[in-house]
Structure formats: structure tokens, C-alpha cells
């Protein structure tokens, strides 16, 4: 069975950091593209960052490139988004998802999300 699962979440004040972490049972993540997703109160889901399996190209949203940068750790079979710099406009619940790297590349991914979905965490950034 396909499993991903988000951890990392919390309170933080503005301009800390976080760092969320997806891993995955069932399946390895290296074969996959996989993104980071978040959704806000009353907004739509939007793609914050997507790797490639390979990890050859990575994408990240104009809200948050230069603050999160997202990275693999094949050994753990995880993928990690360390946030930094956070703003109040960051609080959302995240979601990792994954696709089949053959299936899609980063820029589709984020547009359009993932095949499989973790259940998401939440980060809140308030003072």
C-alpha cells in the first residue's frame, strides 16, 4: 500500500523556520516527482515546490523561491522542505504528493498536484 505522510508542522512567530518532512511506505521515492502543496483558509490549493525523481530539476513558486528550498534524502526515503523567513501568509496546511516521474515534470506537477497525497500538517505563522 502507496503511504505518504507530513510531519514537521507547528507554531511559529514570523521570521522562523520549519522544516517539514515527507516520507513513504510502499513505495520509494526516488521513481517519483514529487511536490509540496499547501492550502490556506478559504483558498485554493497552490504548489510551493516540486522535484524531479533524480532530483535534475526542482521547482519552486515566486512566494516563496529564495526562502524554501525542498531536497531528498534517498537513505531515508524522504523528501524535505525547509522553510525559512516565514510570513504570516505561509500558515496553510501542507501536503506532499507524488506522481510517477515518467508521468509528469515539476512545472505540470505543481500546476495540476499528484497521484498519490499524504494527509497533510499544519503550519501556523503568527505572532
Known amino acids: 500500500q502507496l503511504q505518504l505522510v507530513e510531519s514537521g508542522g507547528g507554531l511559529v512567530q514570523p521570521g522562523e523556520s520549519l522544516r517539514l518532512s515527507c516520507t513513504a511506505s510502499?513505495?520509494?521515492?526516488?521513481?517519483?516527482?514529487i511536490g509540496w502543496f499547501r492550502q490556506a483558509p478559504g483558498k485554493e490549493r497552490e504548489g510551493v515546490s516540486c522535484?524531479?525523481?533524480?532530483?535534475?530539476?526542482?521547482y519552486y513558486a515566486d512566494a516563496v523561491k529564495g526562502r524554501f528550498t525542498l531536497s531528498r534524502d534517498s537513505a531515508e526515503n524522504a523528501v524535505y522542505l525547509q522553510m525559512s523567513m516565514l510570513k504570516p501568509e505561509d500558515t496553510a496546511v501542507y501536503y506532499c504528493?507524488?506522481?510517477?516521474?515518467?508521468?509528469?515534470?515539476?512545472?505540470?506537477?505543481?500546476?495540476?498536484?499528484?497521484?498519490?497525497w499524504g494527509k497533510g500538517t499544519l503550519v501556523t505563522v503568527s505572532s
Open positions: 522535484i524531479s525523481g533524480g532530483s535534475a530539476s526542482t
Open positions: 504528493a507524488a506522481t510517477p516521474r515518467y508521468m509528469t515534470n515539476v512545472l505540470t506537477m505543481c500546476a495540476e498536484g499528484g497521484r498519490y
Open positions: 510502499g513505495f520509494i521515492l526516488d521513481y517519483y516527482d
